[in-house]
């Protein structure tokens, strides 16, 4: 008995799998896309020491980098809706992803921008751009290149945090292996297959951010880039 | 006031309870980080070394302990192994040996980094002088290595605090857990205590993890030479 797969059980669940990864897909594209939207925000905010807002924003990104994701969303999901906030498990999960995500972009953005060499800043001031036109026109544009890297490891980092998700009862991958154990204790097989969702979900993603974290190495002024 | 519901975190033993739950995560993340550390730091010297195998071996490990979410690990331990070996492993030794196997990885990694940091000519004036291999490493090469890695490894700390809040999904009683039970015993006189305990509970961990994360960010400016 030990050691033996049941194949047919395998077959016979696959589209429940399919179903929880595509969900944990769609959760993690809105949330990433959400972070990208609110770490650029948050980032340009900071820099441009807007008053009022960038120690809110200081505030925000210090408590959502502290606390770990499942808090987070325990509160958002069991605490905010007896302040009469009520979300679903969906959106609620979106909601947590982009509030931890914003925090880590930002901060990846903003180490971008600490990277770009001081001369590069000097050197627009005394061809006469303004403060404003060296943002926008020199620091910009390299701190972008030399963020992708920051901002693929912070989205494979998303989509794994998206595991957290069955606890506030969506269907996701963890929710359906817990599920089929406790239904059927085929505990060999709904591993398995969870593992190899998350393998397939995870592995080409993973892959293509070393691809092109090796693309734009050379991307900063200086590097004449040897491949 | 009454409808606030906020005292319900004042009520008898309630906050000594919810502390207590945060006891037993931070013990376990204490205890995982203190094998990572003695296990990461030799897992990151046999990463240093020529042979390709053990470097593609240790590779190996590394990517897969990156590449699969923490939970998924602590589910095949947890589920996985109770039913392989007939041991009934309690959820806090499934989270300790889980911990502690991400936990190497991560470390592994940062003294890799660290070691090969370290300019080539630390480790041949030491040998000109004719100290032995583990003569250098123990006192030229560790020593240099330590001040990189502190920050970084502070910082893995809190990542460690951080995590450890999944153990709740395998069943352990910790802060969550305890949360919940005075969330249901409360029900019915207080029916806002869940928006106050969580509320409690985040800021519990921000409390914890915000000191670290500072301390960690003031020594990579302070050890930046």
């Not at chain 1, 751009?129 to 926008?136: A, D, I, K, V």
């Not at chain 1, 026109?137 to 989509?159: D, G, H, M």
């Not at chain 2, 002088?129 to 006192?139: A, F, P, S």
Request: with cysteine; glycine share 8%; hydrophobic share 50%.
């Amino acid at each position: 008995m030990r050691g033996i797969m049941d194949y047919s059980f395998i077959v016979e669940n696959t589209p429940l799998y399919l179903e929880a990864a595509l969900l944990t897909i769609k959760i993690a594209a809105c949330g990433i896309v959400g972070s990208f939207v609110v770490g650029i925000v948050c980032c340009l905010i900071r820099e441009l020491k807007i008053p009022l807002l960038s120690p809110l924003v200081q505030v925000y990104i210090e408590l959502s980098r502290n606390t770990p994701l499942l808090i987070q969303l325990f509160f958002l999901y069991f605490g905010l809706p007896k302040l009469g906030i009520v979300w679903s498990s969906e959106a609620c999960g979106i909601i947590g992803l982009i509030f931890l995500g914003g925090s880590y972009m930002a901060e990846g953005f903003r180490t971008g921008i600490d990277n770009v060499p001081k001369i590069q800043r000097e050197s627009a001031y005394s061809l006469g751009l303004t403060g404003t036109q060296t943002f926008w026109k020199i620091i910009l544009p390299q701190a972008i290149a030399t963020s992708v890297p920051v901002f693929c490891a912070n989205s494979i980092f998303l989509l794994k945090e998206t595991s957290v998700f069955s606890a506030v009862a969506l269907a996701d991958l963890m929710y359906v292996t817990k599920d089929l154990i406790g239904l059927y204790y085929k505990t060999d097989e709904a591993l398995l297959m969870l593992v190899i969702a998350y393998l397939i979900i995870l592995l080409p993603l993973s892959l293509i951010s070393t691809w092109i974290e090796r693309r734009v190495r050379y991307a900063g002024y200086g590097n004449t880039g040897t491949l | 006031m009454q409808d606030m519901g906020i005292q319900v975190l004042f009520e008898g033993i309630n906050f000594q309870r919810l502390l207590a739950g945060l006891m037993v995560s931070l013990n376990l993340a204490l205890i995982s980080m203190a094998f990572s550390i003695v296990l990461g730091i030799v897992l990151g010297m046999i990463m240093t070394v020529k042979n390709r195998l053990v470097r593609l071996i240790c590779r190996i490990y590394l990517e897969t302990v990156r590449i699969m979410p923490q939970l998924v690990l602590l589910f095949l331990v947890y589920f996985g192994a109770a039913k392989h070996f007939g041991v009934d492993i309690s959820g806090e030794m499934a989270a300790v040996i889980v911990f502690t196997f991400w936990g190497t990885a991560e470390m592994g990694d940062l003294v890799r980094s660290a070691l090969i940091s370290i300019p080539k000519h630390q480790y041949e004036s030491g040998y000109s002088l004719g100290m032995t291999k583990l003569q250098v490493y123990i006192r030229i090469i560790l020593p240099q290595t330590f001040r990189r890695l502190l920050p970084s490894g502070v910082n893995l700390l809190t990542r460690m605090i951080k995590t450890t809040s999944l153990v709740v999904l395998i069943g352990v009683v910790e802060v969550v857990k305890v949360g919940k039970q005075i969330i249901d015993a409360s029900r019915y006189e207080n029916p806002k205590a869940a928006l106050w305990i969580y509320g409690a509970i985040f800021f519990l961990y921000f409390a914890i993890c915000f000191p670290i994360s500072r301390l960690s960010a003031v020594l990579e400016r302070r050890l930046k030479t």
